[in-house]
């Protein structure tokens, strides 16, 4: 079946423009994640979405960063004001949670890279 | 959040085990030990995890020491494919925290 899917693949901008980050999870998984990737490092977490509500936006940097998953499927992650510190991969994942199972996987997506200019 | 600790790179011949330790010696009882891993310009993977008992699955082996202290993610038979970064990250059963906490993981090279 198809996994997680991420559109655009790539993404180019310049400094202080607006980008959108749309992610495609597995259907039927109630949860979504949204992760960032710097160079070097290992993805570190924004926000996580439990159906149409983020449950968890704890790790969204700052105010210009916002996401949303109107419908309880797609998401997409809104950046504004967009600043070189921005570039990176963001990643999506999404998981079938069943309860409070710790074992849920999350199956991630080929990720978006965002270059700001 | 209990922490680990895996060393920056490994390498491994083709065809041969490989193990891969983690050491998380503030792990708590509730902690699970999960194993991602992530191939060049992709995603990362979900590979294992595991409690307190070893576990197999067509993938790896995971080897948890007795005080849980530290684990092993073991490849049996490495291939070229294998190459990649592993993460070994720790996840609270009870926490309300959902998502992973990644380090920067091994970087595994296979050697041909």
């Known amino acids: 079946g198809a996994g997680v899917s991420q559109t655009p693949s790539n993404k180019v901008t310049e400094k202080g423009k607006y980008v959108e980050l749309r992610c495609d999870p597995i259907?039927?998984?109630?949860?979504l994640y949204w992760y960032r990737q710097s160079l070097g490092q290992g993805p570190e977490f924004l926000i996580y979405?439990?159906?149409?509500?983020?449950?968890?936006d704890s790790g969204l940097p700052n105010d210009r960063f916002f996401a949303v998953r109107p419908e309880g499927s797609v998401s997409t992650l809104k950046i504004q004001r967009t600043e070189r510190g921005d570039s990176a991969v963001y990643l999506c994942?999404?998981?079938?949670?069943?309860?409070?199972?710790?074992?849920?996987?999350?199956?991630f997506g080929p990720g978006t890279r965002l270059t700001v200019l | 959040d209990a922490k680990t600790t895996q060393p920056n790179s490994m390498e491994s011949n083709e065809e041969e085990p490989v193990h891969l330790p983690c050491n998380h010696s503030t792990i708590s009882g509730t902690d699970y030990i999960h194993w991602y891993r992530q191939l060049p310009s992709q995603g990362p993977e979900y590979v294992i995890h595991g409690l307190t008992s070893n576990v197999n699955n067509r993938m790896a082996s995971l080897a948890i020491a007795e005080d849980r202290k530290s684990s092993t993610l073991i490849l049996h038979r490495a291939t070229l494919r294998d190459a990649a970064v592993y993460y070994c990250?720790?996840?609270?059963?009870?926490?309300?925290?959902?998502?992973?906490?990644f380090g920067s993981g091994t970087q595994l090279t296979v050697l041909p």
């Open positions: 259907s039927g998984h109630t949860a």
């Open positions: 979405f439990q159906g149409t509500g983020a449950a968890d």
């Open positions: 994942a999404s998981s079938f949670e069943r309860g409070r199972s710790i074992a849920d996987t999350q199956y």
């Open positions: 990250i720790l996840r609270d059963v009870i926490g309300s925290a959902r998502q992973l906490t």
